[in-house]
């Protein structure tokens, strides 16, 4: 298979009409909310790719780590301009490599999937449960200690959604459908630390919808995989 097949098999095949469309208005959304407030391009830049990030995360199209990998250049100035100093060093130290790690990590853990190519996905044990919400906790609480210290805003807030995004991100990369559970809660409290720039609550507002979808149908890809 040559190269054009590939990127027509990957980002033209395995759509559903509904997802073609919410994914159009997520992106006229952003654009409408810059338009509002143009109070700045790469926010409006790292809302747009970081909607097309996850809605292929959702569907388990490993090209979701190419508009990642764009989300997270432009998240990381937007959150400086904020001195939201625990969503920067997400960026730093979670996004951006995790972008070239889960590329990695999945590229030998494809399935066909109505025509394209989907994530074999996995499901957690309790034990793998009990070990996340214990290190979840202890995380946040060592985090917002640091970011107090370190003067930034929003200490309490920021360290959790920090904590949250790394625990989530590290199960995206090994494939686990729970990683939605923390990406819902995630997006609810980001729309609460974001809710002065229209740009970031309304990406936030999406991912909250795309997230619902997102462990609905890694459901279906971890039974897909006989979990």
Known sequence: MNWSERLKREFLSGWKPFEVIWLTLFVLAQIWAYIQAPDSWLAMISGISGILCVVLVSKGKISNYLFGLIFAYTYFYVAWSANFLGEMNTVLYVY????????????????????????????????????????????????????????????????????????????MILRYREQWLLWIALNVLSIALWAETPAMYLMYGAYLLNSLYGFYNWSKLAKQAGV
């Open 96 to 171: 951006l490599p995790s972008q070239f790690i889960g590329y990695f990590m999945w590229k030998n853990h494809m399935q066909n999937d109505h025509g394209g190519a989907s994530v074999v996905a996995k499901a957690l044990s309790a034990k793998g449960w009990a070990t996340l919400i214990i290190a979840t906790a202890v995380g946040t609480l060592l985090f917002v200690q640091a970011l107090r210290t370190a003067g930034g805003s929003s200490t309490g807030l920021d360290g959790l959604t920090t904590v949250i995004t790394v625990a989530a991100q590290l199960l």
